[in-house]
C-alpha cells in the first residue's frame, strides 16, 4: 500500500506569494516522523523540515512551515514568500519507528514547483 | 552543503557489469543508507548500515550489496548490471537519532 501520496504533479506560484505542496501519509506506528525534501535539477536532496508524531507544535524551519494535521494524516509543506530559487521537486517522506537507529524512509513521488517571476 | 560526498558523479557501464559507488558520511554520523531514484520517480530504499552492520533493507535482490567502514564510509555495489539499474544513487547519512538524514549529491549511473 502506497504510505505517502502527493496527488499535486505540479505547481506553480507567482514569487513572493505563499505555496502549498500537499502531503498524505499512512502508517499504524505511533511513533514515526514526516519529512520534506527539496531537490533541485542538481539531483541532490536538500533537507527543509522534520516534524515527529508526538510533536504538539507543527515544525517551522524560517519559510518553511509544515501544516500537522494528525488525524487527516496531512503533512503539508507551506513555503512563504516564493523566490525564483524555490523552483524544485519536492519530496514528502515518513520513518516509520525508531528501532535501532532506523533512517529508513519512504518517499512520494514529488512534487515540482515552478516559481514564475 | 551537507557534508556527504559521493563518488563517482556519472558513470555508464555495460549490461551484466558489476559497479561499485562511494560515500563519504557526515562526520559524527554512524548510519548510512542507500536509495535509487528512477527518473520521475521518488527515491526507493535499498538498505542501511549502523556501526558496520546492514539492519534493514529495502525490496532489492541480493545482487545489490554493501558495506560500511571504521570512519563510516560505505561503497553500494551491484553486480550483473541490468537496464533498469540506471538511475540516481542517493546515499544518506545520519547519527541515528530518526529526526533527518543528510543526502549526497548523488550518483547518476547509465546502464547500456
Known amino acids: 500500500a502506497q504510505k505517502i501520496t502527493q496527488t499535486q504533479p505540479g505547481m506553480f506560484v507567482q514569487e513572493k506569494e505563499a505555496v502549498t505542496l500537499d502531503c498524505t501519509y499512512d502508517?499504524?506506528?505511533?511513533?514515526?516522523?514526516l519529512f520534506w525534501y527539496k531537490q533541485p535539477s542538481s539531483g541532490e536532496m536538500i533537507f527543509l523540515i522534520y516534524?515527529?508524531?508526538?510533536?504538539?507544535q507543527n515544525a517551522t524551519e524560517g519559510r518553511y512551515s509544515l501544516n500537522f494535521q494528525k488525524a487527516r494524516k496531512s503533512a503539508n509543506l507551506v513555503i512563504s514568500a516564493s523566490q525564483l530559487g524555490d523552483s524544485a521537486m519536492y519530496f514528502c517522506a515518513m520513518r516509520e519507528g525508531v528501532q535501532g537507529g532506523s533512517e529508513k524512509l519512504v518517499f512520494g513521488k514529488g512534487t515540482k514547483l515552478t516559481v514564475n517571476p | 552543503e551537507t557534508g556527504v560526498t559521493q563518488s563517482p558523479t556519472h558513470l555508464i557501464k555495460t549490461r551484466g557489469q558489476q559497479v561499485t559507488l562511494r560515500c563519504s558520511s557526515q562526520?559524527?554520523?554512524?548510519?548510512v543508507s542507500w536509495y535509487q531514484q528512477a527518473l520521475g520517480q521518488g527515491p526507493q530504499f535499498i538498505f542501511q548500515y549502523y556501526r558496520e552492520e546492514e539492519n534493514g533493507r529495502g525490496n532489492f535482490p541480493p545482487r545489490f550489496s554493501g558495506l560500511q567502514f571504521p570512519n563510516y564510509s560505505s561503497e553500494l555495489n551491484v553486480n550483473a548490471l541490468e537496464l533498469d539499474d540506471s538511475a540516481l544513487y542517493l546515499c544518506?547519512?545520519?547519527w541515528g537519532g530518526g529526526q533527518g538524514a543528510f543526502f549526497g549529491q548523488g550518483t547518476r549511473l547509465t546502464v547500456v
Open positions: 544518506a547519512s545520519s
Open positions: 562526520s559524527g554520523h554512524n548510519t
Open positions: 516534524q515527529g508524531s508526538y510533536d504538539q
Open positions: 502508517t499504524s506506528d505511533p511513533s514515526y516522523g
